[in-house]
C-alpha cells in the first residue's frame, strides 16, 4: 500500500504497511481500485456531458458516495467496498455502451474483478494507487494527488447536501470532469494547477448547496448556550456531520426517554432552531475525534457515526457503535439508507434504553455555539462599529480539523496568546483545541465565535466577503487572518476553495502536507502567500505587527 492523503501519515511521508487510521493494506487496495473505477466513470459522464446529455441522478449519488468512502477515517469494510466497485463495473459498462470507447484515456475502460481476493490479487497497474507509475514527475504526481483528494472532500460535502435535498448539476459536473482528467497522461503542471483552482470554485459552489439545504431545512443557527456536561439517563451520542440522520433519529427518539448528544462535528447540530427544538437534544458528549477511543471505553449509552471520523473500534464499545451512510467497520451494525423513507434507529433506541445510561447528573457546563453567517453578520454594524473605535483590532479564523499530533498544541497557545481585543472565528473539529477556555468576551462578542463544522467554511467565507463589502475594501485588506489546521480530504478542497478565491496568506499547519512536494509548495508560496504555521509568538506578531 502506499497512502499519503492526510496529516498523520507515517513518517510524513507515507503509510506503506498499514495505515496510522488503521486502514489495512487490504482496504487500501480496494480503495486504490474503487478510485480506478471512479476515473474511469468521471470520463465517460463527461463525455456524455460534452453531448449535451445529463448524467442520472444514480450514477452522480453513486460517485460522490464512493468517492466519500475513500476519505480518511470513514470506511475499513473490504465488503463495502467490493459492493461499490462492482457496482462500478455495472455503470461503467453502461456508460460506454451510450457514448463509446474510441478516444478513451488508458485504463477509463477498466473493469476490475468481482471478489475480494481477486481484486487483492490484481497486479500493480497504470493509474492504480499513488505510486502506479515510478517514470511519473513528481511535482505532476503531487498536483495529481491534490486534485484527487480534493475530489474527496467535495464529495463528502455532495453526499451531504444530496441527501438533504441539495442536488446540483453544476457540481456533478465539474465533479466527473475533474476525475477523468486524473486519468490523462500528456497533463502539465499548469493544467493541473489550473484545475486544482477549478475544482476550488466548484467546490465553493457545492458548499453553498449545502449550506442552503442545511438552512433550508433547520433554519439559521443561532447563538445557543450549549451543556457539555454528562445528564443522568439513557442517551445516545451522534457523531459526524450529518443533519439529516441527527432530525431523524431526533424524531424517533421522541417520547422514549433517550437523551441525545452531538459529538465531534455534530456539535453545531445543538444551535439550529429545527433541530433544537427536540429538547432531549441536550448536548455535547466529549471532545473531538481523536479521543473516540477514549470516551467512548465502556460507554453507557449507543454511539452512532454518521460521516468521518471513525477510529478502530475498542471491544469495551463496539457492540453499542451503530455506523450508517459511507461509513463502515467490518462487524459493527451498519443502519441502512433509505432514500425516501426515514431510517430504522429502532434497535439502536432499545439497546441505548437497555444499557441504562449514565447514573448520575455531573455539575453543569455550558458553551455558546450558532455563530453561523446569518447570526454573525446580524451583528456586522456593532462589528463595523467595534472595528473603527479600536475596540475589535483584528479577526483570526483559526479552523479546521483536530488530530492527534502533539504540534496541535500550536492552536491551543494561539487562542490563549491571542491579544484581548482580537476576536476568533472557529469552524470544525480544531474548535475543540480551546473552546472550553474561558476567554471571555471582546466588545460585547464571545472572543470564540464558533461558525460551524467544517461544512460551513461557506458561512465562513461569506462573512469575510461581507466585512470587506461593508469597509469597502479587498478581502485580503481586511484586518482578518486566516489560521489554519489540517487532517484530511475536506481541509484540503476547502484550502482550495480559499485560493480559487484569491484570499492570499493562510497560515497552514501542523505539518505541510506530504503530498506537495517542494516545487509545488513554492508555487503556492509565490502566487498565494501560504505559509507554514512556526510559533504563535511569531505568528501574532508577524500578523499584529503589520498593522
Ligand atoms: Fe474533523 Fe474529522 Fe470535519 Fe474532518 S471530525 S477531521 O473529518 O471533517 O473536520
Ligand atoms: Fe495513512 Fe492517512 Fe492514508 Fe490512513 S488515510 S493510510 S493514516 S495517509
Request: hydrophobic share 35%.
Given at each position: 500500500?502506499?497512502?499519503?492523503?492526510?496529516?498523520?501519515?507515517?513518517?510524513?511521508?507515507?503509510?506503506?504497511?498499514?495505515?496510522?487510521?488503521?486502514?489495512?493494506?487490504e482496504?487500501?487496495?480496494?480503495?486504490?481500485?474503487?478510485?480506478?473505477?471512479?476515473?474511469?466513470?468521471?470520463?465517460?459522464c463527461?463525455?456524455?456531458?460534452?453531448?449535451?446529455?445529463?448524467i442520472?441522478?444514480e450514477?452522480?449519488?453513486?460517485?460522490?458516495?464512493?468517492?466519500?468512502?475513500?476519505?480518511?477515517?470513514?470506511?475499513?469494510?473490504?465488503?463495502?467496498?467490493?459492493?461499490?466497485?462492482?457496482?462500478?463495473?455495472?455503470?461503467?459498462?453502461?456508460?460506454?455502451?451510450?457514448?463509446?470507447?474510441?478516444s478513451?484515456?488508458k485504463?477509463?475502460?477498466?473493469?476490475?474483478?468481482?471478489?475480494?481476493?481477486q481484486?487483492l490479487?490484481?497486479?500493480?497497474m497504470?493509474?492504480?494507487?499513488?505510486?502506479?507509475?515510478?517514470?511519473?514527475?513528481?511535482?505532476?504526481?503531487?498536483?495529481?494527488?491534490?486534485?484527487?483528494?480534493?475530489?474527496?472532500g467535495?464529495?463528502?460535502?455532495a453526499?451531504h447536501?444530496?441527501?438533504?435535498?441539495g442536488?446540483?448539476?453544476?457540481?456533478?459536473?465539474?465533479?466527473?470532469?475533474?476525475?477523468?482528467?486524473?486519468?490523462?497522461?500528456?497533463i502539465?503542471?499548469?493544467?493541473?494547477?489550473?484545475?486544482?483552482?477549478?475544482?476550488?470554485?466548484?467546490?465553493?459552489?457545492?458548499m453553498?448547496?449545502?449550506?442552503n439545504?442545511?438552512?433550508?431545512?433547520y433554519?439559521?443557527?443561532?447563538?445557543?448556550?450549549?451543556?457539555?456536561?454528562?445528564?443522568?439517563?439513557?442517551?445516545?451520542?451522534?457523531?459526524?456531520?450529518?443533519?439529516?440522520d441527527?432530525?431523524?433519529?431526533?424524531?424517533?427518539?421522541?417520547?422514549?426517554?433517550?437523551?441525545?448528544?452531538?459529538?465531534?462535528?455534530?456539535?453545531?447540530g445543538?444551535?439550529y432552531?429545527?433541530l433544537?427544538?427536540?429538547?432531549?437534544?441536550?448536548?455535547?458528549?466529549?471532545?473531538?475525534?481523536?479521543?473516540q477511543?477514549?470516551?467512548?471505553?465502556?460507554?453507557?449509552?449507543?454511539?452512532?457515526?454518521?460521516?468521518?471520523?471513525?477510529?478502530?473500534?475498542?471491544?469495551?464499545?463496539?457492540?453499542?457503535?451503530?455506523?450508517?451512510?459511507?461509513?463502515?467497520?467490518?462487524?459493527?451494525?451498519?443502519?441502512?439508507y433509505?432514500?425516501?423513507?426515514?431510517?430504522?434507529?429502532?434497535?439502536?433506541?432499545?439497546q441505548?434504553?437497555?444499557l441504562?445510561?449514565f447514573?448520575?447528573?455531573e455539575?453543569?457546563?455550558?458553551?455558546?455555539?450558532?455563530?453561523?453567517?446569518?447570526?454573525?453578520?446580524?451583528?456586522?454594524?456593532a462589528?463595523?462599529?467595534?472595528?473603527?473605535?479600536?475596540k475589535?483590532?483584528?479577526?483570526?479564523l483559526?479552523?479546521?480539523?483536530?488530530?492527534?499530533?502533539?504540534?496541535?498544541?500550536?492552536?491551543?497557545?494561539?487562542?490563549?496568546?491571542?491579544?484581548?481585543d482580537?476576536?476568533?472565528?472557529?469552524?470544525?473539529?480544531?474548535?475543540?483545541?480551546?473552546?472550553?477556555?474561558?476567554?471571555?468576551?471582546?466588545?460585547?462578542?464571545?472572543?470564540?465565535?464558533?461558525?460551524?463544522?467544517?461544512?460551513?467554511?461557506?458561512?465562513?467565507?461569506?462573512i469575510?466577503?461581507a466585512?470587506?463589502?461593508a469597509?469597502?475594501?479587498?478581502?485580503?485588506e481586511?484586518?482578518?487572518?486566516?489560521?489554519?489546521?489540517?487532517y484530511?480530504?475536506k481541509?484540503?478542497v476547502?484550502?482550495?476553495?480559499?485560493?480559487?478565491?484569491?484570499?492570499?496568506?493562510?497560515?497552514?499547519?501542523?505539518?505541510?502536507?506530504?503530498?506537495?512536494?517542494?516545487?509545488?509548495?513554492?508555487?503556492?508560496?509565490?502566487k498565494?502567500?501560504l505559509?507554514?504555521v512556526?510559533?504563535?509568538?511569531?505568528?501574532?506578531?508577524?500578523?499584529l505587527?503589520?498593522?
Amino acid at each position: 500500500m502506499f497512502c499519503f492523503q492526510c496529516e498523520q501519515t507515517a513518517g510524513s511521508k507515507g503509510c506503506t504497511k498499514v495505515g496510522v487510521c488503521s486502514k489495512s493494506p487490504e482496504t487500501a487496495k480496494m480503495q486504490d481500485v474503487l478510485i480506478l473505477q471512479l476515473k474511469g466513470i468521471g470520463y465517460y459522464c463527461n463525455e456524455l456531458v460534452n453531448k449535451g446529455e445529463e448524467i442520472c441522478r444514480e450514477t452522480a449519488d453513486f460517485t460522490m458516495e464512493g468517492c466519500f468512502a475513500t476519505l480518511t477515517n470513514v470506511n475499513f469494510d473490504n465488503d463495502r467496498f467490493l459492493q461499490y466497485i462492482k457496482k462500478a463495473n455495472k455503470i461503467k459498462k453502461e456508460l460506454i455502451e451510450k457514448v463509446g470507447n474510441e478516444s478513451a484515456p488508458k485504463d477509463a475502460d477498466f473493469m476490475a474483478p468481482e471478489t475480494v481476493e481477486q481484486v487483492l490479487a490484481l497486479p500493480d497497474m497504470p493509474n492504480l494507487g499513488v505510486m502506479d507509475d515510478e517514470n511519473l514527475d513528481m511535482d505532476i504526481r503531487s498536483l495529481r494527488e491534490m486534485l484527487i483528494y480534493g475530489l474527496k472532500g467535495m464529495s463528502a460535502y455532495a453526499h451531504h447536501a444530496f441527501v438533504q435535498g441539495g442536488y446540483d448539476k453544476e457540481v456533478v459536473n465539474g465533479m466527473v470532469r475533474f476525475l477523468g482528467e486524473t486519468l490523462r497522461k500528456d497533463i502539465t503542471v499548469e493544467e493541473l494547477l489550473n484545475l486544482n483552482m477549478e475544482l476550488g470554485k466548484c467546490n465553493f459552489k457545492c458548499m453553498e448547496v449545502l449550506d442552503n439545504a442545511n438552512t433550508g431545512n433547520y433554519g439559521h443557527p443561532e447563538p445557543t448556550e450549549m451543556l457539555i456536561t454528562k445528564k443522568k439517563g439513557p442517551f445516545i451520542v451522534v457523531s459526524g456531520h450529518d443533519l439529516r440522520d441527527l432530525r431523524e433519529l431526533l424524531e424517533q427518539t421522541e417520547g422514549k426517554g433517550v437523551n441525545i448528544y452531538t459529538h465531534g462535528e455534530m456539535l453545531p447540530g445543538c444551535a439550529y432552531p429545527e433541530l433544537k427544538k427536540h429538547k432531549y437534544l441536550i448536548g455535547n458528549f466529549g471532545g473531538a475525534w481523536q479521543d473516540q477511543q477514549k470516551e467512548f471505553d465502556n460507554l453507557p449509552g449507543c454511539i452512532l457515526m454518521t460521516s468521518n471520523c471513525l477510529m478502530k473500534p475498542r471491544d469495551s464499545y463496539k457492540d453499542r457503535l451503530y455506523t450508517t451512510s459511507v461509513v463502515g467497520w467490518d462487524d459493527v451494525k451498519h443502519i441502512e439508507y433509505n432514500k425516501d423513507q426515514p431510517k430504522d434507529f429502532t434497535e439502536m433506541i432499545n439497546q441505548a434504553l437497555e444499557l441504562g445510561g449514565f447514573k448520575e447528573d455531573e455539575p453543569e457546563k455550558r458553551i455558546t455555539v450558532g455563530f453561523g453567517r446569518n447570526a454573525v453578520l446580524s451583528n456586522a454594524g456593532a462589528i463595523i462599529e467595534a472595528v473603527k473605535a479600536g475596540k475589535i483590532r483584528h479577526f483570526f479564523l483559526v479552523g479546521g480539523c483536530d488530530g492527534a499530533r502533539p504540534g496541535r498544541n500550536y492552536y491551543t497557545e494561539f487562542a490563549e496568546q491571542s491579544p484581548d481585543d482580537t476576536i476568533i472565528l472557529t469552524l470544525a473539529c480544531g474548535k475543540f483545541r480551546f473552546n472550553k477556555l474561558d476567554l471571555g468576551t471582546v466588545a460585547g462578542f464571545p472572543k470564540v465565535l464558533d461558525v460551524g463544522q467544517c461544512n460551513d467554511a461557506y458561512g465562513a467565507i461569506q462573512i469575510a466577503l461581507a466585512l470587506a463589502n461593508a469597509f469597502e475594501c479587498d478581502v485580503n485588506e481586511l484586518p482578518l487572518s486566516y489560521i489554519i489546521s489540517w487532517y484530511e480530504q475536506k481541509a484540503v478542497v476547502v484550502l482550495l476553495t480559499m485560493l480559487s478565491l484569491g484570499l492570499k496568506n493562510i497560515y497552514l499547519g501542523p505539518t505541510l502536507p506530504a503530498f506537495v512536494t517542494p516545487n509545488i509548495l513554492q508555487v503556492l508560496v509565490d502566487k498565494f502567500g501560504l505559509r507554514p504555521v512556526s510559533t504563535p509568538e511569531k505568528d501574532l506578531e508577524e500578523i499584529l505587527g503589520k498593522k
